[in-house]
């Protein structure tokens, strides 16, 4: 199969969008099929696939983001010189919106991959006018694709409540090799905590809409220190606004897996989050999650593995943490149960559901209209 991708982000950066793309790469080439990348950023190859760097920006209110800014001729020659059987549309923002209107002109199907909420991005931004036009954006964008692929049933609905049709989900998988608890370091405890204090930590990137001035409230804590894996745009406060954390920069392969195998409960804040990876990485290694109640974290932290708070509520948040550092059975239980949640959810697993994916919209694209609605019709009846 030939496949291009098309991705608002890619490396250096570093974030849920980057990282899922270069995992379906990965199998796209483990498994044989060819592969072009067309992202803002990125070196001239990845997993033995050429990437094609176009034209792109900073925000303004986000001069670590950039996005892409490619027109659609240019796209057109892209995809005429490739001649892919499907066009895997990644976060599907700017560069994404061109590039489902070309793949639309040419008649090669697409699969869009629905990774960032917009609407929620401009809602915790403050931009005048923003949601309105953040959710525009998101309708339009979707209507231009074969398929939306969401990875929770809160963005599910969330897409459902825009009028978009053709909707499925496909979630997130993990790396069961680079996280787990037999990646926990007790070097990098005894660093941390000198004094056997209980790790409490937060991994990703540090940007508003994450929401981590939350963080605060956990600094009363008796016996607690707080650990902060990332960087971004508001790192600079952050270290202002919490003087004892320990600040690890940006980590990866084995020290981000020890990261997290070393801390004894991982909580998150932001309220945005179509998926949470980040939650579902720390399950992975062993610990016990503290999650808002609402987007990917409501599907990603089963019952049992962690708890969920009101979006916040900060005095929530800190009471189930304090639960789970002074309950020791509790966090005995939670860790268990923890690590056996996402033994089903590796990325060859989740990545070959979504080559499945691929090959349907192809196939469906192949059919006339007519057999489509033949298929449709008996189906639908079935199940009302």
Request: proline share 7%.
């Amino acid at each position: 199969m030939r496949v291009l991708v098309v991705a608002e982000s890619f490396l250096p950066q570093v974030n849920g969008v980057t990282n899922s793309v270069r995992r379906v790469l990965d199998h796209l080439a483990a498994k044989g099929h060819e592969a072009v990348l067309v992202a803002p950023t990125g070196p001239a190859e990845y997993a033995g696939f050429r990437v094609h760097v176009v034209r792109g920006a900073r925000l303004p209110f986000y001069r670590d983001f950039r996005i892409g800014l490619e027109t659609r001729r240019r796209l057109r020659r892209v995809i005429r010189e490739f001649e892919p059987d499907v066009v895997h549309i990644a976060s599907p923002a700017t560069l994404g919106y061109q590039a489902a209107r070309v793949a639309k002109e040419l008649d090669v199907p697409t699969v869009a991959i629905y990774q960032t909420d917009l609407v929620g991005f401009a809602e915790r931004y403050d931009l005048p006018g923003g949601v309105r036009t953040m959710a525009a954006l998101t309708r339009r964008i979707h209507l231009q694709v074969n398929r939306t692929l969401a990875p929770s049933s809160a963005s599910l609905r969330q897409l459902e409540l825009l009028g978009i049709p053709n909707l499925s989900r496909w979630p997130r998988g993990v790396d069961l090799e680079q996280f787990g608890p037999f990646r926990r370091s007790e070097e990098l405890r005894k660093r941390l905590a000198p004094n056997g204090e209980a790790l409490v930590g937060y991994i990703g990137r540090l940007a508003p809409e994450k929401e981590l001035e939350l963080l605060a409230h956990l600094r009363p804590l008796p016996g607690v220190r707080l650990v902060i894996v990332g960087g971004g745009p508001e790192e600079k406060r952050l270290r202002k606004l919490l003087p004892g954390a320990a600040f690890l920069g940006v980590l990866h392969g084995e020290e981000l897996g020890a990261a997290y195998a070393s801390l004894d409960v991982f909580v998150h804040t932001g309220r945005h989050e179509t998926y949470c990876q980040a939650a579902q990485e720390a399950l992975a290694s062993g610990v016990p999650v503290v999650a808002p109640r609402s987007g990917g974290p409501i599907d990603v932290v089963e019952p049992g593995a962690g708890f969920l708070y009101p979006p916040g509520d900060a005095t929530a948040m800190t009471e189930l943490v304090q639960r789970l550092v002074q309950d020791r059975d509790l966090h005995a239980r939670t860790a268990s149960a923890a690590c056996r949640s996402v033994r089903n959810r590796s990325w060859s697993a989740v990545n070959d559901l979504l080559v499945r994916h691929y090959r349907e919209v192809i196939a469906e694209a192949l059919m006339p209209d007519s057999a489509q609605t033949d298929l449709c019709g008996p189906l639908s009846k079935e199940a009302s």
